[in-house]
């Protein structure tokens, strides 16, 4: 069974601190997505990843895929309160199936 | 557009019982995903449905199970309920792609008492 796990599990900053937050497998995957979950709420999708080495920069957040495709990081540059949530890493196993990380709780303080 | 909608939002039921789950999908999406959340797990992929087919399953006993409908609604039902089974059942409905978005819905919490 793949497993996706993220590091740190929970996170509390400053405002205006930066951040990173891993997401780490032993297996290969086919895509990797990063979502942000809020409290009553189902996740929403921030970015996809798909080749390796891959780098995408959504506004303040920065989004790495490895190299071999097995880990995964999101960098947030001067946090703001907006950004408190939980983050999620899924990686596609190109079977119409995902497999979620275990989750990183960001609480960022104004 | 309308997003994902899941009903009921909360239920509660008794060791024992059956609970079955709505989930209406985006309208053009024709695949929908069911997974758990609980704290102690994350997220768990359930099953994926694709026009009416099961695609792909995940790792969890028979007594859940789901289904599609031929307007991409789909149902999830949980049988002989277990206090383990306390979760938040999401739906995530897509394009269908391997590599798509999906569009979660805000989720049945379902307690087992």
């Known amino acids: 069974t793949q497993l996706l796990e993220q590091s740190p599990q929970f996170l509390s900053i400053q405002e205006g601190e930066n951040l990173t937050v891993y997401c780490n497998s032993s297996s290969v995957f086919s895509s990797l997505q990063w979502y942000r979950q809020e409290p009553g709420e189902g996740p929403v999708l921030l970015v996809t990843?798909?080749?390796?080495?891959e780098v995408k920069k959504l506004k303040r957040l920065t989004f790495q895929f490895g190299d071999a495709r097995k880990d995964s990081s999101l960098h947030i540059t001067a946090a703001q309160p907006g950004d408190t949530g939980l983050y999620l890493c899924a990686g596609g196993e190109g079977t119409y199936k995902y497999i979620f990380g275990t989750g990183t709780r960001l609480k960022v303080l104004a | 557009k309308a997003g994902v909608t899941q009903t009921p939002r909360y239920l509660i039921k008794t060791r024992g019982q059956q609970v079955t789950l709505s989930c209406s999908p985006i309208?053009?999406?024709?695949?929908v995903s069911w997974y758990q959340q609980t704290p102690g797990q994350g997220l768990q992929f359930l099953f994926e449905y694709f026009s009416e087919t099961q695609r792909n399953k995940g790792n969890f006993p028979g007594r859940f199970s789901g289904r599609q409908f031929s307007n991409s609604r789909s149902e999830m039902n949980v049988s002989t309920l277990e206090l383990g089974d306390s979760a938040l059942y999401l739906c995530?409905?897509?394009?269908?792609?391997?590599?798509?978005?999906?569009?979660f819905g805000e989720g049945s919490r379902l307690t087992v008492l």
């Open positions: 309208s053009g999406h024709r695949s």
């Open positions: 990843v798909v080749t390796g080495g």
């Open positions: 995530a409905s897509s394009l269908g792609q391997t590599t798509g978005e999906l569009f």
